[in-house]
């Protein structure tokens, strides 16, 4: 009981600091024209109560977190139940059979869904998938390989304005430049990457923002080549077969595009993982010095996984600027890097469920949050700090393959060293 | 197995992709008339947006009031770009599949680019109370799109005329916040003076917007011994370039458009504002429609009406008024109608020229003196 | 005055301008190893609450140096009090977590706070009072300065000295280069960890507000973007003067800013962060720990 009383005084001292940090921003509004002051108490109430109410959630979730308390009551049968039924879905999850209904009752789903939906809900979901393969694609440079990267929007970028650029100039088509786009992105980030490749952690963050904001603000000032800050219009869209296709019926076209990247970048990328290289990178990830005395190049594994990487930012930029038919150096800030960022971290890094649900959730939460425009990105702000101090592996985290041993083989070891042994003893 | 599903799956995902591609929309027949308001009303340009939303919504309900137009109540739907392109793309989706006849907006030129696209295919007219890019009409490629606002050139035309003929100068500085809209004022500013005899461009060049410090910019507009600024851009970089070009005791005369004609920029530039130069839309408050219209707004709203109320008042009612001329909603004769009619709006008797730019709106310079804009006569 | 010398002059403003934000990221970026995007923001939160402080002030007629040392003193604190608290919040309960997890933390402290004053205060710009009186003798100077210009540079130099006293020479500062090297070591040698860190982030918080309203009261205006932007500027200063290092935090700081002006100044300003980064670039890539950066060492 004491310890309740306690914990409440805790509580309500934490409301009390609130109360006083937030006044002067929360509570006084100045009018300097009329030379009024607007005092707006509500707010202090509004902060006091809310901070009281978050700070007893707050400490209680930590107090979870670290084990400190067990759940009683209501709360521990929920929990247990949550507990188990997360387990349950987990070993059902495994057995391949689940698997693949469950991938192709949601690969069913998803094409049907241009045909069940309109074309808003449609353009929506594209642009939330775009947000899957970019957040897969920086994945790789970060779930995987380990490389702080805060300058993927660049890739993305130079997608977009490798196609609206060889149309306007070379009048190369859609299917074109597709490749081009994603090799050009891949080279550029080679390019990028191998002057830096001694650099870790923040240094290569910051120089990867930095490359981004010179990528930017070229494509920005270069008015004679890209058309600068008005960007370029009236891109063309996608055709198949020299069809004439009407607009929801593009819409539902580039759709299927995407679902098919997205398709195949999961497939990529799940096939990278386990492959030769993959592992690689998760080495270099883990301890790059033990890497290295292992025979990894470093070097190579570094500049395989920035160039793999980009290579889906560049593909999806082609797809933006043909879906969009306008782009301009606006859509490709720090702030479009750092979103990218957020669906891989939140999500969970590494794991490829985990980008696909953190990606969609980010696009879409917000699509549906209109009315809460206003609050969208304080909302965003604060989902992310709490996201990463309570669940820091994101929404789904990754699995590492592991391999258990059962108690035969931990006999059967066991007995052979005694062997040794006694080899030795003679 | 995994593979062969996968396979499977493969085919009938082309299948059904196929089957999409057959399927064409049917139109919605309604009887309202839905009529599609976009731009930026959330976020930090809300401020732009939002009158327009009110100012359809005032003429959409006067129409309706006194019967409809062709005897159908008119609808609006409204729609948050919040001037971004890549959003715009979305809003403009979500209004053709909401089957509207015609749209009032965007608000940001570069969200109305975007959007237009979507329009153009769909064969919906467009008309924007505040997209100013020349292109827009120049380029020839939307027929489907009309604005109620004159397009940048003709404000830097206004300018340069304005500094040759009225301030008889001759050696210019002009600057731009390498933004769409300031860099693109910008450079026609640049491009009608070197087409000009005695009047010379001494220096051309960008500032960032939200730098921490202006006085490199600043050093080199001494330096090149201007006599006058022609800036392209918004109000918070031009009071900081006014603010420190006055601190260093620089006498150079400062121009600029209709991105600086704003109360906030007298409030933060202080003293130094007194004497800027500002070219900024026709002041038409006094014609008696628009008093009308504002005095309906006051008594709705119950608060003043904001930026490019009157342009949107007027596009809505050009757009209803085609409808109603044109007694159909097809968007041929609609087109069409808009090009041959003239309507009475806020702004005065308005039609559309072949381009879409409005004929008989044009800018006017003002200028600050004792702390607030006044239309300098012709 | 000749025009080189104007460049400069103006170069060497940007760099203390710089100096005075990154100063506080260096800081606490040398005890903990995290990119505190939310610096900039409580950069921001000092000077709105040093405007707001100053409006009140000035309609309950208070005389202007009582506003200019009130107002100045009571945001300083508070923005102390904000970084303590978010320290708290957002960081401590991450500490051991993988890095990139306090790094998001800290952008979403950022957008965080950003809207918070956003929507709590305004979008619009406001214009920000010239506190900083004239000084008369300045005008003596053979060199053109203002007053505001001559404060940011003279609390620059003083801010860094202080910090390195600090850090060299008080028991707290012994304490805090024990914890930035070893935090498991310094703690059995009886160091507060919890402390020193509340501390660092407590003084940082102050260093950025003092910032945030000397370099409003130079630009004359605020919105709630502005810690962004200046932010992401200072960073990359500390970065190239070797993240970490209080003198390299100044020398990154004046050689970011003298580059900008000399570019904006001879070739063109459209090009002038272009010109940041690049330099960035190139000094990382033949001194990867910055230009005073000291090696990492290799922990096997």
């Not at chain 2, 939303?53 to 008119?74: F, K, P, S």
Request: aromatic share 10%.
């Amino acid at each position: 009981m004491t310890q309740r009383l306690h914990e409440l005084r805790r509580s309500l001292l934490v409301s009390l600091w609130f109360m006083l940090l937030t006044f002067p921003i929360m509570v006084i509004r100045v009018n300097t024209i009329t030379g009024t002051i607007r005092w707006r108490w509500s707010n202090l109430a509004l902060i006091g109560i809310g901070s009281f109410v978050i700070s007893v959630v707050w400490r209680y979730a930590m107090q979870r977190k670290t084990g400190e308390v067990r759940a009683t009551g209501v709360f521990a049968q929920v929990g247990a139940r949550v507990g188990a039924g997360a387990e349950k879905v987990r070993t059902v999850l495994d057995s391949p059979k689940v698997r693949v209904r469950l991938v192709s009752g949601l690969l069913a789903a998803a094409v049907a869904y241009p045909f069940l939906t309109s074309m808003y809900h449609t353009n929506i979901m594209i642009t939330a998938l775009t947000y899957v393969v970019l957040g897969l694609g920086l994945n790789i440079i970060i779930g995987l390989g380990g490389m702080l990267h805060i300058g993927y929007a660049a890739f993305y970028a130079i997608g977009a304005y490798s196609y609206a650029l060889l149309n306007m100039y070379f009048g190369i088509n859609f299917w074109l430049a597709l490749p081009i786009g994603a090799a050009l992105a891949g080279l550029f980030s080679l390019l990028i990457g191998l002057p830096t490749l001694r650099l870790r952690g923040d240094y290569l963050a910051i120089v990867t923002l930095a490359f981004a904001e010179i990528t930017r603000l070229v494509l920005q000032n270069w008015q004679q080549v890209t058309g600068g800050a008005a960007g370029i219009p009236n891109i063309p869209r996608p055709q198949l077969f020299g069809m004439t296709m009407r607009l929801h019926q593009t819409t539902t076209f580039v759709y299927f595009i995407m679902l098919a990247v997205v398709i195949l970048t999961i497939f990529v990328v799940h096939r990278l993982e386990n492959s030769r290289i993959g592992r690689q990178w998760v080495a270099m990830k883990e301890d790059y010095i033990a890497c290295q005395a292992m025979g990894v190049s470093i070097a190579k594994a570094k500049l395989t996984a920035l160039g793999i990487g980009a290579v889906w930012g560049g593909l999806v930029g082609v797809i933006f600027a043909a879906r969009t038919t306008f782009i301009n150096p606006a859509s490709f800030t720090v702030w479009e890097s750092v979103i990218i960022l957020s669906t891989v971290v939140l999500g969970g890094m590494g794991s490829i469920p985990g980008v696909f649900v953190g990606a969609l959730v980010l696009m879409l939460l917000p699509e549906y949050l209109r009315p809460f425009a206003q609050y969208r990105m304080l909302i965003f702000g604060a989902l992310l700090v709490t996201m990463m101090v309570f669940r820091p592996g994101g929404f789904i985290k990754k699995r590492r393959k592991a391999y258990t041993i059962t108690e035969a083989e931990k006999q059967s070891v066991i007995e052979a060293g005694a062997e040794a042994d006694e080899d030795t003893e003679e | 197995m995994k593979r062969k599903i996968s396979r499977k799956l493969l085919l009938a995902l082309l299948v059904l992709a196929g089957v999409a591609l057959i399927f064409a929309g049917c139109a919605r027949d309604e009887q309202e008339i839905a009529i599609g308001v976009a731009g930026a009303h959330s976020g930090d340009l809300a401020s732009y947006g939002i009158p327009s939303v009110n100012a359809a919504q005032l003429v959409v309900d006067m129409w309706n009031e006194n019967g409809g137009v062709m005897g159908r109540q008119v609808r609006l739907i409204v729609e948050d770009d919040v001037c971004q392109p890549e959003v715009a793309v979305n809003t403009a989706a979500k209004l053709v599949g909401d089957g509207v006849v015609g749209v009032i907006g965007h608000i940001c030129s570069g969200a109305t680019r975007a959007a237009l696209g979507t329009y153009v295919d769909s064969e919906i007219p467009v008309i924007s109370p505040s997209s100013t890019s020349p292109s827009l009409t120049q380029d020839g490629q939307h027929p489907n799109f009309f604005r109620t606002i004159a397009s940048d050139d003709a404000q830097a035309r206004l300018q340069v005329d304005f500094v040759i003929n009225e301030l008889g100068l001759s050696r210019v500085a002009v600057l731009h916040d390498q933004g769409d809209y300031g860099r693109g004022l910008a450079e026609f500013a640049r491009d009608f003076i070197n087409e000009e005899s005695g009047i010379d461009v001494v220096m051309f060049d960008g500032v960032t917007p939200g730098a921490v410090d202006y006085s490199a910019v600043i050093n080199r507009v001494a330096q090149s011994n201007a006599e006058v600024v022609i800036y392209g851009g918004y109000h918070p970089e031009a009071s900081r370039l006014v603010g420190q070009m006055r601190d260093r005791g620089m006498e150079t005369l400062f121009v600029s458009g209709d991105g600086v004609m704003d109360d906030t920029f007298i409030r933060v530039a202080g003293a130094a504002a007194e004497g800027v130069y500002a070219t900024s839309p026709m002041d038409t408050s006094t014609n008696p429609v628009a008093v009308n219209a504002a005095e309906r707004h006051r008594a709705r709203y119950g608060d003043e009406p904001g930026a490019f109320f009157l342009n949107a008042y007027a596009a809505t009612q050009a757009l209803l008024n085609a409808i109603n001329v044109a007694e159909s909603t097809a968007y041929a004769d609609v087109t069409a109608a808009l090009r041959n009619s003239t309507v009475e709006t806020p702004l005065g008797p308005i039609s559309f020229d072949e381009r879409g730019d409005a004929t008989g709106v044009g800018f006017s310079m003002y200028q600050v003196q004792n702390g607030s804009y006044v239309e300098l006569g012709n | 005055m000749n025009y080189f010398t104007e460049v400069v002059l103006s170069g060497l403003t940007r760099g203390s301008i710089y100096a005075l934000i990154a100063l506080g990221y260096t800081m606490v970026y040398g005890i903990i190893e995290l990119i505190n995007f939310a610096h900039g923001e409580i950069y921001m939160i000092g000077a709105f609450t040093a405007l707001i402080l100053a409006s009140v002030l000035t309609i309950f007629g208070f005389n202007t140096i009582a506003i200019l040392f009130l107002a100045s003193i009571i945001a300083i604190v508070y923005s102390a009090m904000y970084g303590y608290t978010m320290e708290k919040v957002a960081y401590k309960p991450i500490r051991n977590s993988q890095r990139l997890s306090a790094l998001i933390s800290a952008i979403g402290m950022s957008m965080f706070l950003q809207n918070y004053v956003r929507i709590a205060q305004t979008s619009d710009f406001l214009p920000f009072p010239r506190i900083i009186p004239r000084f008369p003798w300045l005008s003596a100077l053979p060199i053109s300065m203002s007053s505001a210009q001559f404060m940011i540079f003279a609390s620059t130099a003083v801010v860094m000295v202080l910090l390195t006293f600090l850090i060299k020479f008080t028991k707290i500062g012994k304490s805090m280069r024990a914890a930035s090297q070893d935090k498991v070591m310094a703690k059995l040698l009886g160091v507060n960890v919890n402390k020193v860190i509340s501390v660092t982030f407590i003084i940082g918080s102050a260093t950025a507000a003092l910032g945030g309203i000397l370099i409003s009261s130079y630009t004359g205006q605020i919105n709630f973007y502005i810690g962004f932007l200046a932010g992401i500027k200072a960073f990359v200063a500390a970065v190239l003067g070797g993240i970490g290092s209080i003198p390299g935090a100044v020398l990154g700081s004046f050689v970011l800013g003298l580059t900008e002006s000399l570019g904006a100044g001879y070739i063109s300003s459209d090009y002038e962060d272009v010109f940041a980064f690049i330099i960035l670039a190139v000094i990382l890539i033949v001194k990867p720990a910055g230009i005073l950066g000291k090696g990492q060492i290799e922990k096997v």
